[in-house]
């Protein structure tokens, strides 16, 4: 299933706990559900968003975007931690209200059974979402996927301070739940806007591709060529990786040519969906290595 399919079911599901978060809140008059509600409208716009993003990303390179759109991704999860802000502060009002005017609650049983069903409902979406977010590496995805875990865990809470309440009648209880629920999802927000930021400032591949692309060079030193200045880097779902081939200087363009083709080829196949840029050069020559890229290998 592809990307996009995933994000058109986290717009329905979001959908649906909505209307059951919502539903919650007008029966029994609890501000805690009331922001359980809150962050779930914040899902649907995120979802929607990272749909439009997902579908931009897909797009193939052209003449203003030669290599491609694939960092749209990374904005669809700014977008989503920027939301997660402004549903935090308009649960902290609402929580603040509540304290200074206690109400009593109503048909408190309902409420947490509509909110169970409705976390139930994200929580199996977001392990799914998750599971496709690592296999792809869709950032926007992933984005969606950890605000839904986040919404999972909040909810938890919140049926169980509601609970106390019920049992203790202590009131004061229900809006101080829904202000630890908004400090919560900003500290998710803040980590998606950081993550966000990171993708822009393509940031290297993870330790473990790294090591898979380290391998694969070291499974040629049979050969009398030697690879260097190797650069990897990540936009989006793509992943790069620039390098240096030095071939013995009495080869033909051609075996040199055939040799880069083997290396391109044993690449892509070791790391899905990787794009390899090798510059070949004679053995005796160096290249001007740019800051950061790592030193030669043997």
Known sequence: MQVSSYLKISIAVAIATIALKTGAWWISGSVSLL????????????????????????????????????????????????L???????????????LLHPQPLEALGW??????????LNGVLAWTM?????????????????????DVWTSAGVVIGLSLVHFTGWLWLDPVL????????????????????????????????????????????????RFDHVVTRRAGQRRFVDLHLHVPGNWTLARAAEVRGEVERALMAAVPGLRASIQLLPSDAEALALPGQEDPQP
């Open 35 to 82: 922001s359980d509600a809150i962050e779930s409208l914040v899902n649907l716009a995120g979802a929607m968003f990272a749909l439009a993003m997902v579908t931009y990303a897909a797009r193939p390179a052209d003449e203003e975007h030669p290599y491609g759109h694939h960092k749209a991704e990374y904005f669809s999860s700014g977008f989503e931690g920027v």
């Open 130 to 150: 998750m599971s496709k977010a690592r296999a792809v590496g869709s950032m926007a995805l992933e984005g969606d996927a950890r605000h839904l875990f986040t």
């Open 178 to 225: 829904a202000i630890i629920v908004a400090l919560n999802i900003l500290r998710e927000g803040a980590s998606l806007v950081w993550r966000s930021a990171s993708g822009l400032l393509d940031e290297a591949l993870e330790p473990a591709v790294i090591g898979q692309v380290e391998k694969t060079l070291a499974g040629f030193a049979g050969q009398p060529i």
């Open 84 to 98: 997660i802000f402004v549903a935090a502060l308009a649960i902290v009002w609402a929580a603040v209200q509540r």
């Open 111 to 120: 409420g947490l059974l509509l909110s169970v069903v409705s976390s139930v």
